[in-house]
């Protein structure tokens, strides 16, 4: 399978040590470089305005998704590609999985947990199978990584389900994962959402 669209899921909040803001432009160049197409929540603020600005000054499309009752909180992309303006947080998460191959999960808050354990949810309920790749920069996800492993060892969720995703520690690290998981990756599950 090849790659051709990006979902990433990422902070919205500007108050956060510059390294992570450094991180989220290297992946938007990354993504331009590639020449892949951008698929995230269409905010113009935080990790993931980084993310689309770097984006688009590549060259390469980006596609915003976001909810109407969001938009007088987080204001949305006004120069993006497309930018759809949705109902609800459903139709919002349900369309960015549909238009996308792959999924990175940079640092980010209570919206970009529930996207990821939403997403590796999926995954183990054979709705996808996507790869989905957790930067762990700087051991921002550590504590996210030991509740799993937690719920793993006290038999709330099988052994196998680390497995669900990979996790990088570099930009680089994380784009290497997706080259791998895309080499090996079989045919899109047919219950997919």
């Keep these: ?24 432009q290297k992946v938007g160049e990354e993504i331009a ?36 009752h969001l938009r007088s909180q987080e204001p949305e992309h006004t120069g993006l590609t497309e930018l759809h303006i949705v ?28 996207e990821t354990f939403e997403i ?11 790869p989905i790749i957790v930067l762990n920069q700087d051991g921002y996800w550590d504590d996210m990584l030991k509740l799993i492993d937690r719920a793993i060892s006290e038999g709330f969720a099988a052994p196998t389900d680390s497995s669900l995703y990979e996790v990088a520690t570099s930009v680089d690290d994380a784009f290497a994962l997706l080259d791998r998981q895309m080499a090996v990756q079989q045919t899109p599950l047919t219950g997919r959402m």
């Design 1 to 24: 399978m090849i790659l051709s669209s990006l979902c990433v899921y990422c902070g919205s909040s500007g108050k956060v040590d510059p390294k992570y803001k450094i991180s989220a």
């Design 33 to 68: 470089r590639r020449k892949l197409r951008l698929i995230y929540g269409g905010g113009h603020v935080g990790l993931m305005g980084i993310v689309a600005d770097s984006v688009l000054a590549g060259g390469s499309p980006v596609v915003g998704i976001i909810p109407e």
């Design 87 to 114: 109902p609800d947080m459903h139709t919002r998460k349900r369309m960015m999985v549909d238009r996308s191959d792959a999924f990175l999960v940079l640092p980010g808050g209570f919206g970009t947990l529930d």
């Design 120 to 130: 590796i949810t999926w995954r183990k309920l054979k709705l996808h199978n996507d």
